[in-house]
């Protein structure tokens, strides 16, 4: 079957490189301009704890210490809901795609598969659904929503979309499904026809009604406008579709959340570190740390006007989360 992409997925080598070349310094400027905007609210915070201090009573004696991390190690700007730190979100997807997928099997011990094929049982896919797979990435849920609701249900062929942001992502999973769909003429067969869109997630390229399920996985924590983007979400889906929202949990317990934090910092960095994309993964602690709880995430679905929510802690260890809302 043929592959339908937004975006032209082969250049000539010399063009890449200076397309990759130029990335590397637009994303090294950002990264310098966020750190120094960080470095500035850092420094104000400091003042004021100075201030506060020193007019504190002179009976007591206390000992105050500031420690300040080098954000410029951190890509992504994980600390601020802005349309400049999504922006900088997508060239951080756009720089690891090359890397994203061994990682995600060496980081998560390839577990992130079964957590994925969980979300795409709760929202009920079948054969012959239209299903949106949101900031789809490399592509790994939609080529699942593809296998699930391809042939003919009711009559009519299933479909499938996947969009992202990040048009390198979306080059990675086209070659994927190129290399799924060549190797086997069985799985072919059987898969729905998937189109790759570069778009944005708080303004959906689709009519209202347009789908029968929808999925997002680990992109909802990146966008800029998270109650905006559950409401393009419900207003795309079909009456009685549903929607999972898959990605890390922010543990309230703080013993997970500490196990959690030493994992990322201890495991994940590292690795990345070896593969040349530390600054890209330390951007995930704190951005999930900034991440709505469950029980938040449930009321901002209830707030987007999704008729029913509810949100499970995913084992092992209650590290990953999925919400899972019906419109």
């Not at 809901?81 to 061994?102: C, G, H, K, M, S």
Request: proline share 4%.
């Amino acid at each position: 079957m043929t592959t339908t992409t937004t975006t032209t997925t082969t250049h000539a080598s010399a063009s890449m490189t200076t397309r990759a070349n130029h990335r590397h310094r637009v994303v090294r400027h950002r990264r310098i301009v966020a750190h120094g905007r960080r470095a500035q609210r850092a420094a104000a915070i400091s003042d004021k704890s100075a201030e506060e201090s020193s007019s504190s009573s002179s009976s007591s004696t206390s000992s105050f210490t500031t420690t300040t991390r080098d954000d410029d190690d951190i890509a992504g700007n994980p600390y601020e809901q802005t349309t400049e730190a999504a922006n900088e979100r997508r060239e951080l997807f756009n720089e690891i795609a090359p890397v994203y997928d061994a990682l995600n099997d060496a980081l998560s011990l390839g577990l992130h598969r079964a957590w994925k094929r969980a979300a795409v049982k709760w929202i009920g896919a079948s054969s012959g659904m239209e299903a949106l797979d949101v900031c789809c990435g490399s592509g790994d849920v939609a080529l699942k929503l593809s296998s699930v609701v391809g042939g003919r249900g009711d009559g009519k062929p299933g479909r499938v979309v996947g969009l992202d942001f990040a048009a390198n992502q979306l080059e990675r999973a086209a070659e994927k499904e190129r290399t799924l769909r060549s190797a086997d003429a069985s799985v072919d067969s059987k898969m729905a026809p998937i189109d790759w869109v570069e778009g944005d997630a708080l303004s959906l390229p689709f009519e209202d009604d347009s789908f029968d399920c929808a999925t997002i996985a680990y992109g909802l924590r990146n966008v800029s406008d998270i109650p905006r983007a559950l409401r393009e979400l419900r207003r795309v889906l079909r009456p009685g579709a549903k929607l999972a929202v898959l990605d890390f949990n922010n543990p309230s317990d703080s013993t997970t959340a500490a196990v959690q934090g030493f994992v990322l910092d201890n495991v994940v960095v590292p690795i990345a570190d070896f593969n040349g994309v530390a600054a890209e993964y330390r951007y995930l602690r704190p951005s999930i740390e900034r991440f709505p709880r469950g029980p938040e995430q449930v009321d901002l679905a209830r707030d987007a006007g999704f008729r029913e929510a509810t949100h499970y802690e995913l084992s092992p260890g209650n590290l990953m989360g999925c919400l899972v809302c019906t419109k």
